[in-house]
């Protein structure tokens, strides 16, 4: 454990990244439908990818954990090849292009868009290793990538041509060419308080792509999957490889030498650190990608999910905050106004004489709640009963967001919380004491 605690930040990271590929690539040889694996995967790059599609189902579990292996083998290379420096940015980005890998991303989809911004790169004389990151962001939109190079204008899918390959490749290198801008003014809209900052030039990229490619040309928007699509899924094999994965990043925490206190200092977070491995060391952190990721698995548990290609994805989507500003006390209040929504709508949609559509385990709301955290920053500025609210707005709105970018923006619950950040924060600047502010007071 010394030689671990001896890394500097950028290097833990980029072994931390390397634990979870060895992860993935090993337990794709270990699923029973290993000999389907190549097939599987065949199927996984060749069809349309529009939110939600299970990969599971499409592929296969083998082929599923090879694609997201694959996926952040390569993550880890442009961090590697490129000698970039990562950090707890670089921690968001790979875990989560991580977890879209089983129901969005996978090894031919994400391409373009990151040629693109390494075109950007070359025009601008910048350096690849500064824009890593927003390689990784840039892949947000792969579901349009493949939808272009296997269906587009056509209803159902027709395979990879040429015209088809051409259009996904033009629309990869220009999204990924000018995502560096939109990133750099994306926190004058959230103010810092949308913690899925690339969903916002993402997003808006994929509202107007949606308008330019189906509604002024008056082409058919395909529908997304069946949903008997959805229920081919394993809570037994998530279980087991999450709670193996996060069981051993909490004990090698331990090791290196993590006390309770460490993490309670992590959790109170009184000077709301931006990185979690720098402000309070390798260790604290890593205990919090443990504990969180349980906090996570459990919740889900919990509420009785379905644990399907695109459950088993949030889950590390969800993570992905683990080292900006996201731990259990931070996204409990979130967790609870989603409930509370629920529980509310459902009442309200019985009077109205409605078909209430959003159960706490809906899979729309699982996947809304998973992005619902990115607000976490709004718990740890203002406190619990302001983040509860936030958390009550992001499921109100989360459900009529894709109607926007018409399923292809896989950023689709960050692209919610900056409209609630749009309309809260305001509210809470004009109107609200942060908890500093009512701590000087003695309130």
Not at 101 to 107: A, D, L, M, Q, R
Not at 165 to 171: E, Q
Not at 187 to 200: I, Q
Request: proline share 4%.
């Amino acid at each position: 454990m010394k030689k671990i605690n001896a890394l500097s930040e950028s290097d833990f990271l980029k072994a931390l990244f390397g634990f979870f590929t060895v992860a993935f690539l090993a337990a794709a040889l270990l699923m029973p439908d290993r000999a389907q694996m190549i097939s599987g995967l065949q199927r996984i790059i060749s069809q349309p990818n529009k939110i939600s599609t299970n990969y599971f189902y499409l592929g296969g579990f083998a082929a599923t954990f090879l694609n997201m292996g694959l996926v952040a083998l390569s993550c880890l290379a442009l961090y590697v090849l490129f000698g970039a420096t990562a950090n707890n940015v670089s921690t968001l980005a790979f875990l989560l292009t991580l977890g879209f890998t089983s129901w969005g991303i996978n090894i031919l989809n994400m391409w373009p868009s990151v040629l693109g911004v390494m075109l950007y790169c070359l025009v601008k004389k910048e350096k690849f290793s500064s824009n890593v990151n927003v390689m990784l962001f840039s892949t947000g939109i792969a579901p349009l990538i493949s939808e272009l190079m296997v269906r587009y204008p056509h209803p159902e899918a027709v395979g990879f041509n040429l015209t088809g390959v051409i259009l996904a490749l033009v629309v990869g290198l220009a999204i990924g060419f000018f995502l560096s801008a939109g990133l750099a003014h994306a926190p004058k809209v959230h103010k810092g308080f949308d913690l899925y900052n690339a969903a916002v030039p993402v997003g808006m990229t994929a509202f107007f792509l949606q308008a330019v490619l189906y509604k002024s040309m008056g082409v058919a928007l395909p529908a997304a999957p069946a949903a008997e699509t959805l229920q081919v899924a394993s809570r037994l094999m998530v279980n087991v490889f999450c709670g193996v994965v996060f069981g051993v990043l909490v004990v090698v925490a331990f090791l290196m030498g993590c006390k309770p206190k460490d993490y309670w200092n992590l959790m109170v977070d009184p000077e709301n650190a931006a990185s979690f491995s720098a402000a309070y060391g390798k260790a604290a952190f890593l205990m919090n990608v443990g504990v969180y990721g349980l906090f996570i698995l459990g919740y889900y548990n919990l509420i009785d999910a379905s644990f399907n290609g695109i459950t088993f994805g949030i889950i590390f989507c969800m993570l992905a905050c683990c080292n900006s500003g996201s731990h259990p006390g931070s996204v409990l209040p979130i967790i609870l106004g989603y409930v509370a929504a629920s529980v509310v709508y459902r009442g309200l949609s019985g009077l109205a004489g409605g078909t209430f559509t959003g159960a706490i385990n809906a899979q729309a709301i699982m996947v809304g709640l998973c992005y619902a955290n990115g607000l976490s920053p709004i718990s740890r500025k203002y406190g619990w009963a302001y983040s509860f609210v936030a958390g009550i707005m992001h499921y109100t709105l989360v459900t009529s967001v894709p109607m926007l970018h018409g399923g292809y923006c896989l950023y689709n619950g960050g692209f919610t919380a900056a409209f609630v950040c749009l309309l809260l924060i305001p509210i809470l600047e004009r109107f609200a004491k942060t908890k500093e502010e009512r701590l000087s007071l003695g309130k």
